[in-house]
């Protein structure tokens, strides 16, 4: 049998790790209950532990008491390790590595995977130290569900409420038990900007931070694709399992796509540059005293989707552009689609006040051939995690 130590911590939304423990417990997975500080403020221990059949560990527990620090073995037998919800503060706590009491201290000695389900006030979700701490966590290979958005406890609306438990459930059985409907599939990802030389140390580069494509080559790679993911110059980390060939600009991006053909499916997330400086000085340039600027003269970079997407026989099945647009997005995606010759175009709007180019989440739009799918907003993990299970249905 499978288990699960579910960690219990605070928030109004602790009354659904109950619901939770039923649908885990209704598949057959064992769960071994902790409950934090704030966590029994919500729910009490009888009634995890009638429902989890075992035994509940409250932060009552004396660390230091030698019969009780076998509990530390609690993180290591079981198969997964979940915080739901996980409070702003366990998620702090989390990110500084700290052991201050016994859920901390358990997620600190643990060796198994980690999976959080965030849940607090949507300033919270959003200030720069719960964003910060999340980065450090996904980072560290943390799993992440959720949050929704939704009308909050506290009266105000956004992002922040606990995911519901059937998604968590699913979250859950994709670490115990992952399907792997792209197994023996080849996927090549382009994520990130290029930088396109003006002389040996300038260059022309974008604000792309590479998350959603290195997210969605992470994605197909969970679903048990092979994934070679072309990167440009980012600042985030490789994923796991993905093979990474880094490039800087658009004709090296271009050339590692063609090395790496041939692919069952493509995804053209990166933000190639559409212009490269045509003659790239080879020595730096000078300023002279009183000297006018020098011009730059651009020229056209291959279109390294339109390249991929046009047919032969190396052609990619399933071939999938971005477009990021700023105004009628769905109008020039729509026209993208046709013009660069690909299957799938996910159109978003990064325009001004967006947040979206270089942020944490996305909402998309998904352009295919029989029409447009409209996605909610979320985290650039979840619609990977969602485009990949799209792309394996549609590989079936
Ligand atoms: O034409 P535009 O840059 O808006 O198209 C965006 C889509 O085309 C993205 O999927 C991007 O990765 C791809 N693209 C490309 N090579 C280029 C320009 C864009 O692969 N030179």
Not at 148 to 166: I, K, V, W
Not at 337 to 348: E, F, S, T
Request: net charge neutral.
């Amino acid at each position: 049998m499978k288990r699960v130590l579910l960690i219990v911590s605070g928030g109004i939304a602790a009354y659904k790790s109950l619901e939770l423990v039923r649908l885990l417990r209704k598949a057959g997975i064992g769960v071994t209950a902790v409950l934090t500080e704030g966590g029994a403020q919500f729910v009490t221990p009888l009634s995890l532990q009638a429902l989890t059949e075992n035994k509940v560990f409250t932060a009552l527990f004396s660390l230091t008491d030698e019969s009780e620090m076998g509990h530390i073995q609690l993180s290591r037998s079981a198969d997964l390790v979940v915080v739901a919800p996980a409070s702003a503060d366990i998620l702090a706590r989390m990110a500084a590595g700290m052991a201050d009491d016994l859920a901390a201290t358990l997620l600190l000695a643990t060796d198994k995977p980690v999976l959080v389900a965030p849940a607090m006030n949507v300033r919270m979700w959003r200030h720069a130290a719960t964003v910060a701490n999340m980065a450090t966590l996904v980072a560290r290979g943390v799993g992440v569900v959720g949050p929704d958005e939704g009308a909050m406890a506290c009266n105000e609306y956004g992002f922040g409420r606990l995911a519901e438990p059937p998604e968590i459930l699913a979250a859950i059985m994709a670490v115990l038990a992952p399907a792997r409907p792209l197994a023996g599939r080849h996927a090549l990802v382009t994520s990130g900007p290029t930088h396109e030389p003006i002389d040996p140390v300038r260059y022309i580069a974008n604000r792309s931070s590479g998350r959603q494509g290195h997210a969605i080559a992470a994605a197909l790679a969970a679903l048990g694709a092979r994934v070679t993911l072309v990167s440009g110059p980012v600042a985030i980390h490789d994923p796991a399992s993905v093979d990474v060939v880094q490039v800087e600009t658009a004709d090296e991006m271009l050339a590692a796509c063609l090395a790496a053909l041939p692919a069952d499916i493509a995804v053209c997330a990166a933000a190639v540059a559409d212009w490269r400086v045509a003659g790239a000085a080879t020595l730096k340039l000078k300023k002279t005293p009183g000297g006018a600027p020098p011009g730059i003269a651009l020229t056209p970079n291959p279109d390294i989707l339109a390249t991929i997407a046009a047919p032969g026989p190396n052609r990619p099945r399933l071939v999938v552009g971005f477009a990021a647009e700023t105004h009628e997005v769905l109008r020039h995606a729509t026209e993208k689609r046709a013009r660069k010759g690909c299957d799938w175009i996910v159109a978003n709007d990064v325009g001004a006040g967006t947040g979206i180019m270089g942020g944490a989440e996305n909402e998309v739009h998904v352009v295919t051939a029989s029409g447009v799918e409209n996605w909610p907003r979320m985290a650039k993990d979840a619609v990977a995690r969602r485009l990949a299970a799209r792309i394996a249905e549609a590989m079936a």
